[in-house]
């Protein structure tokens, strides 16, 4: 298609009426067709060129924290190393475009390196949303780093949740997540007066939303499959 190369397979639909066309997590596109329609799948896929290309450029530049043996870090992929325990004592340390992880034997790598993720986002949360927070006129109630899925999210009682894979992100997304989730404080909801306040504080919040849905958090199940890590090479 164009100069790209979909996957692509045909299953039945149950009760739908009309073709879906659907993209799967691993980039395969599924053409759902209705049990009782007699339809030709290539005409659909000819049809529907121009969507898919759109989209399947839109999910492949999507890029996850954790990444076959690499993770982001500011924004940019740091390959995981692990080698034996530092004289210094050091457990994770970043050197050119490597992490490298000094196993002491008490913990697995993995738990070094996310409690060292949750702390160098704490450090981040405590250096900059204090400042954010002045600039909004508001005091800060309860900032915590949980084990979530999203970027951030703030409850009715005005806390505020951060992921701990917050670091990973360039410092101008990390900024918005904290702008975003402050802005939250005044608006609980997407409306129209949300994204009016937050262009207030952040003109150019467009931009960075769409930067930001370009990015994922990895699921701690996800996690632990050594591969990710490339642990056992
Ligand atoms: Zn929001």
């Not at 007699?38 to 759109?54: G, H, M, Y």
């Not at 530049?61 to 992929?77: E, L, P």
């Not at 034997?105 to 949360?125: D, I, N, V, Y």
């Amino acid at each position: 298609m164009g100069n790209i190369e979909v996957p692509y397979h045909v299953k039945l639909g149950k009760s739908s009426k009309y073709v879906h066309l659907r993209f799967t997590q691993d980039l395969q596109l599924e053409v759902v067709i209705p049990p009782d329609a007699r339809v030709d799948a290539q005409s659909v896929l000819k049809k529907k060129q121009a969507w898919i290309e759109r989209k399947y450029d839109e999910l492949s530049s999507r890029r996850c924290v954790f990444d076959a043996g690499s993770i982001m870090h500011k924004g940019r992929y740091l390959a995981i190393i692990t080698v034996s325990p530092s004289k210094e004592g050091n457990e994770i340390e970043i050197k050119n475009d490597k992490i490298i992880i000094h196993v002491n034997g008490t913990k697995e790598p993995l738990s070094l390196l996310k409690e060292w993720m949750r702390k160098a986002t704490s450090e981040l949360l405590t250096s900059k949303l204090p400042v954010y927070a002045t600039r909004f006129g508001l005091s800060l109630g309860s900032v915590s780093v949980k084990n979530t899925k999203r970027w951030g999210y703030c409850t009715k009682d005005g806390d505020l949740i951060f992921t701990w894979q917050l670091i990973a992100l360039p410092d101008r997304l990390a900024d918005y997540v904290m702008i975003h989730e402050l802005t939250h404080l005044f608006e609980f909801n997407h409306s129209k007066r949300f994204w009016a306040k937050l262009a207030s504080v952040c003109p150019d919040f467009k931009e960075q939303h769409r930067a930001l849905s370009n990015i994922c958090t990895t699921k701690s199940a996800d996690l632990n499959a050594h591969e990710l890590l490339n642990l056992d090479r």
